[in-house]
């Protein structure tokens, strides 16, 4: 079996969606039936890290858009494929010069609503089948789009091995002066397109948690062009001094990241499903995430962390106060339903059902 993979971006990529290409592109390569996972990246912004078994990753696709249609045009017409794969909505028009019925991953936000051309709202019902990283992006897509085909969930996958409760890095301690202080973190990127991540929410209760814990600040690790209206937000606020910001970093650095955090808030309102909340609970910290958006799913509608409503700053409030109560951190029991070996059996049980 011979795969085409069109993705914004995987390895050398940043960010969740990257993430879950490059994690999706391993799951496949593992697939006893496969002979070549072909992969067309739209963005390469980082170093390539070393690719699965049995992948050929075409970086000239990369340089602008002209050259990704050139070489997917190349691809398709020097070689044949069984299966043709994707990964974002936007690029569903490419995707059908390669072939009529794609089978189309849809991430959050961007698929809840109808998409951004004609073609595209059409070429959607000809699909080979709709995967959906949770059950509400799944709904919200069937909602818009009356696709009639078969569709399926595949939650975001956590590597266990790779997290853990850890001591605290001395060294991100002293850079972002943390000495003798409480941590609430978030992760992810600022940006402008996406103020539904929930650091607003977090900054304006802010005031009030210091008052109870003076020894209180909020990190936000990550970067993005809505950094300077937030450091703003919190000088509004009065609380410049215990609002941090790591701006971009390195993947490496993640693990560490999340162990120098006491409680991990994210009450966001568009989010699909969030690799960053199985990411700090697999590090052990009391997870916080939005009742109304994926975040619900990542956290198994709260048997792993704690719900919240994202227009209630009382709740978000009283959520973040009882963690920074509890005791020991701890990895929830559970959380192995998110484990990689589980993805890698959803992955291979959807080929399966596609591409029999």
Partial sequence: MRILLLCTDAFGGYGGIALFNRELMRALS??????????????????????????????????????????????????????????????????????????????????????????????????????????????????????????????????????????KNRTLIERFGLGGKRVVLTVGRLSVSERYKGFDEVIEVMPELVAEFPDLVYVIAGGGNDAPRLARKSVEHGVEQQVIFTGLFDEAMKADLYNLADVYAMPSRGEGFGFVFLEAMASGVPTIASKHDGGREALLHGKLGMLVDPSNAAGIRTAIANALTRDARRIPEGLDYFAFPRFVERVHAIIDSVAP
């Avoid at 059950?135 to 969930?153: A, H, I, K, Q």
Wanted: net charge positive; with cysteine.
């Fill in 30 to 167: 593992e697939h006893p039936r496969l002979e070549e996972l072909v992969v067309l990246p739209r963005l390469i912004p980082n170093p390539i890290e070393p690719l699965p078994p049995k992948t050929r990753f075409v970086e000239a696709a990369a340089r602008n858009e002209a050259a990704y249609v050139a070489q997917l045009l190349g691809t398709i017409r020097r070689e044949k494929f069984d299966l043709v794969i994707c990964g974002h909505v936007n690029l569903l028009p490419l995707a059908r010069m390669a072939t009529k019925h794609p089978l189309l991953i849809t991430h959050g936000i961007e698929a809840w609503k109808p998409l951004r051309d004609r073609v595209s709202n059409r070429v959607v019902k000809h699909c080979r089948g709709v995967v959906s990283v949770s059950d509400l992006t799944r709904v919200r897509f069937l909602d818009w789009s009356r696709y009639e085909g078969p569709t399926f969930v595949l939650p975001n996958a956590v590597r266990l091995d790779q997290y853990g409760i850890r001591e």
